[in-house]
T-cell receptor
Framework: DAGITQSPRYKITETGRQVTLMCHQT?????MFWYRQDLGHGLRLIYY???????DKGEVPDGYVVSRSKTENFPLTLESATRSQTSVYFC???????????FGQGTRLTVV | AQKITQTQPGMFVQEKEAVTLDCTYD???????LFWYKQPSSGEMIFLIY??????QNATEGRYSLNFQKARKSANLVISASQLGDSAMYFC??????????FGKGTRLHILP
């Protein structure tokens, strides 16, 4: 299907485990973003990417790793999950700088 | 550094009334864009409206308009003739020359019948 999809939609993992959240877009958008949403904090930018092989830190990058070997994929990895990383994670993409971002459905991650 | 501030955590508005959601921003970039998104209880993020910093006129999209006051660094969202379906979380966002898009903490809007 066309659009931007995240997988899995729901994930429960244990403290200390590595977990990867996937994001795939079919539009060939240059820009991709990862956000986390927590009550009282709105959406906070974790990492973003302007093109394949170009990534940069956002507001809250600690504990996360990203890669972008292909334009359409932008996986987010929690190297050693902590309870504070329990959150809803959103991936987004956009064509150009002065255009809106389109969001995936979100991944609800619980770290126990 | 860029910053978005939404000072209204929650608002209650009577159906059919107009509502203004506040957003102020801070940036040193001469060129930037401002966005509003709606997040209903189902969780998806829905783009509503965009305003460029060099746009001469305020953006409008149906019942949504953006009251852009550049000197005050404010970009308030105005919803005319509110409907029950407008009950949702609303986020203001900004994009500057660094490519990243940052969001405010949001305002939860409740429309009362």
């Amino acid at each position: 299907d066309a659009g931007i999809t995240q997988s899995p939609r729901y994930k429960i993992t244990e403290t200390g485990r590595q977990v990867t959240l996937m994001c795939h877009q079919t539009w060939s958008h240059s820009y991709m973003f990862w956000y986390r949403q927590d009550l009282g904090h709105g959406l906070r930018l974790i990492y973003y990417s302007a093109a394949a092989d170009i990534t940069d830190k956002g507001e809250v990058p600690d504990g996360y790793v990203v890669s972008r070997s292909k334009t359409e994929n932008f996986p987010l990895t929690l190297e050693s999950a902590t309870r504070s990383q329990t959150s809803v994670y959103f991936c987004a993409s956009s064509v150009l700088m002065n255009t809106e971002a389109f969001f995936g459905q979100g991944t609800r991650l619980t770290v126990v | 550094a860029q910053k978005i501030t939404q000072t209204q955590p929650g608002m209650f508005v009577q159906e059919k009334e107009a509502v203004t959601l506040d957003c102020t921003y801070d940036t040193s970039d001469p060129s930037y864009g401002l966005f509003w998104y709606k997040q209903p209880s189902s969780g998806e993020m829905i783009f509503l409206i965009y305003q460029g910093s060099y746009d001469q006129q305020n953006a409008t999209e149906g019942r949504y308009s953006l009251n852009f006051q550049k000197a005050r660094k404010s970009a308030n969202l105005v919803i005319s003739a509110s409907q029950l379906g407008d009950s949702a979380m609303y986020f203001c966002a900004m994009r500057g020359s660094s490519d990243k898009i940052i969001f405010g903490k949001g305002t939860r809007l409740h429309i009362l019948p």
